[in-house]
């Protein structure tokens, strides 16, 4: 093997080696996250239950869904207590007064339940995105400031090994600077995964969901995106949508694609509920090399001089391993949300997905701030 290249594969190995990057410190003694739960409509609730069911540095204390038969289906699949049960958030923040509240409403829920928790002095953690129009999403902020309290967006892309592995590259300058992003984010869609009804009922509604697959997956990309330019506003944003499957989407695309550009950078986001496999991976190519995600927890690299090696990323250090880790340092540490999961972050990635959604209802690409003059706004009310 050349020397160069035995050089830069010891280099990477090293970069990417597994670590214990976990604190050995045992948790069991400490204090659990007191939480809880709004709205059960979203599909990712089956999955927040099953991921603390079993953990002790968390406690859920009510969930709040106006639906009871929906809260019943929920309590007999994971043996809640039925006393978790209330109708309204406010009533339940009353009742509980919990340290945090996971929102898991349709995406045009999100405003009205941060309101509500502002008006609590109560931080949340919603599931991606932030909100379904750059209009809702700083009403979200401006709720969150006058109450100082930390509005947390949550992705399973965040937890990623390799997302992180291809930040660390860019930021350590090991790629140069970038010049071409590529996101892949789909599945066969809603139906064909066969999501809860409720679920599939609002992603089906521009209104709830915002669009399709340009805001289910679309910001995936638009996220992941912000993140790795340090949360800087594209020059111009192009939105592309189709409809392959109208009998099932009848209202909202399934198929939709956005070019976002920069002074020095292009970024592609593929956003589809139209693929036959599901997908979730990020293409990086700097001025001097690239990295390429596999899955969760490899990367593709090539760097100078060398060939292209597929290694294990190394483990990520908590709290920005884990979602409830994260939660429970920002609630209970004080720390300061950033990176993909954080507020700053995700008003771009709005700002992103409305100006696409915008772009596509006119054929036109949208610059910058151009989006939100009226032959563009977007038609999703803004009440709630």
């Known amino acids: 093997m050349p020397r160069a290249r035995l050089a830069i594969l010891i280099f990477a190995l090293t970069l990417f080696a597994p670590s214990d990057a976990r604190s050995q410190t045992s948790v069991s003694d400490a204090k659990p996250l007191r939480v809880a739960m709004a709205g059960l409509t979203h599909g990712h609730a089956s999955g927040l239950l099953q991921h603390i069911k079993n953990r002790h540095d968390v406690e859920l204390v009510g969930i709040a869904e106006p639906d009871k038969t929906l809260f019943d289906r929920y309590a007999k699949d994971y043996n809640l207590d039925p006393k978790l049960y209330h109708a309204e958030l406010d009533e339940l923040l009353t009742a509980t007064h919990p340290q945090a509240v996971l929102i898991y409403t349709t995406t045009f829920g999100h405003r009205q339940a941060v309101e ?48 992180r592995a291809a930040f660390d ?11 071409k992003v590529v996101v892949h984010d789909g599945h066969p869609g809603p139906q064909k995964i066969h999501v809860q009804p409720e679920f599939f009922a609002w992603l089906n509604d521009p209104k709830l969901n915002g669009a399709g697959a340009l805001f289910d ?14 949360n800087t506003e594209p020059n111009s944003v192009t939105g592309i949508t189709q409809h392959f499957q109208p009998d099932i989407y009848t209202q909202v695309d399934d198929e939709g694609t956005i070019v976002v550009t920069y002074p020095h950078a292009q970024a592609i986001f593929q956003a589809s509920w139209n693929w036959p496999f599901d997908r979730k991976d990020l293409e ?44 429970r340092a920002v609630v209970i540490d004080g720390m300061k949300p950033d990176g993909p999961s954080s507020l700053e972050t995700n008003l771009v990635v709005t700002e992103i997905l409305d100006a696409a959604r915008a772009s596509a209802s006119s054929g036109k690409r949208v610059r910058a701030g151009i989006y939100m003059e009226a032959d563009l706004r977007p038609t999703t009310p803004a009440s709630h």
């Open 284 to 327: 990086v190519y700097g001025a001097t090399g690239y990295a390429i995600t596999v899955k969760r927890d490899d990367i593709r690299v090539r760097l100078p001089n060398s060939e292209e090696e597929l290694v294990a990323a190394k483990p990520i250090p908590p709290p920005y391993d884990d979602s409830i880790d994260y939660l």
């Open 116 to 163: 509500i928790c502002a008006r609590h002095k109560t931080p949340a953690m919603m599931e991606k995105p932030l909100a379904v129009s750059n209009e809702a999403a700083q009403a979200i902020a401006a709720a969150a400031h006058a109450a100082n309290i930390p509005v947390v967006v949550n992705y399973e892309t965040t937890w990623y090994r390799s997302n």
């Open 169 to 179: 590259l860019v930021h350590e300058h090991k790629i140069g600077e970038i010049r």
């Open 217 to 230: 997956f679309g910001c995936y990309g638009a996220d992941l995106m912000t993140w790795l330019m340090d």
